[in-house]
């Protein structure tokens, strides 16, 4: 069964780090690197947004508003990507989902929630 699987995330104060991962399961190695995988996060009465997102080509998307104090990196021979989120701010705080698209499906995590203290 495919699935992405998430971890990391908790509570941090502000101006402090996190570290959040997401693994791929279900999927052959080539088939990881080969497609985009990527990081969402929303809060309540709010729609999903784009945080960071590896494309199938490599290429890395990074919202505007974390660009300078996120970096997402992957891992292919682990089928994880990982997002390093410094600096954070409360305003950072949301249910982070990853979202991985392979064999034309968008396949969703269950959220991890990442929660910044003032």
């Known amino acids: 069964q495919v699935r992405v699987v998430e971890s990391g995330g908790g509570f941090v104060q502000a101006g402090g780090s996190l570290r959040i991962s997401c693994k791929a399961v279900?999927?052959?190695?080539?088939?990881?690197?080969?497609?985009?995988t990527g990081w969402y996060r929303q809060v309540p009465g709010n729609q999903r947004e784009l945080v960071a997102e590896i494309g199938s080509d490599g290429t890395i998307r990074i919202a505007d508003d974390v660009k300078s104090r996120f970096t997402l990196s992957k891992d292919n021979s682990r089928k994880t990507i990982y997002l390093q989120m410094n600096s954070l701010k409360p305003d950072d705080t949301a249910v982070y989902y990853c979202k991985g698209h392979y064999f034309g499906t968008d396949y969703w995590g269950q959220g991890t929630q990442v929660t910044v203290s003032s």
């Open positions: 279900g999927i052959i190695w080539s088939t990881f690197t080969s497609s985009s």
